[in-house]
């Protein structure tokens, strides 16, 4: 089982990236993917999901309009659009992919939002 996000980075304040988590595996199309993030001296915390076919997507209140979550299951991965970056976004930014007990991690990708 492998996820491996990309597409982090340096980006000044109101800039905007666009994460990917590609999956191998397992079968990506069967899992809930949520994206997490942690910030130095933070704990962990969700910052979005979409449930199995897109059905449904959530968002922490802080990302709510700013950050869109997609999956393309033809190519079992996971995107994360990050837009109107504030420098508070600063953080790993890791994905996750969750079906029942079964729970997989990525490794994460940096993100940094500063001028």
């Known amino acids: 089982v492998q996820l491996v996000e990309s597409g982090g980075g340096l980006v000044q304040p109101g800039g905007s990236l666009r994460l990917s988590c590609a999956a191998s595996g397992f079968t990506f199309s069967s899992y809930a993917m949520s994206w997490y993030r942690q910030a130095p001296g933070k704990e962990r915390e969700l910052v979005a999901t979409?449930?199995?076919?897109?059905?449904?997507?959530d968002y922490a209140d802080s990302v709510k309009g700013r950050f869109t979550i997609s999956r393309d299951d033809a190519k079992n991965t996971v995107y994360l659009q990050m837009s109107s970056l504030k420098p508070e976004d600063t953080a790993v930014y890791f994905c996750k992919a969750a079906r029942g007990y079964r729970v997989f991690w990525g490794q994460g990708t940096q993100v940094t939002v500063s001028s």
């Open positions: 979409i449930t199995v076919a897109g059905r449904t997507t």
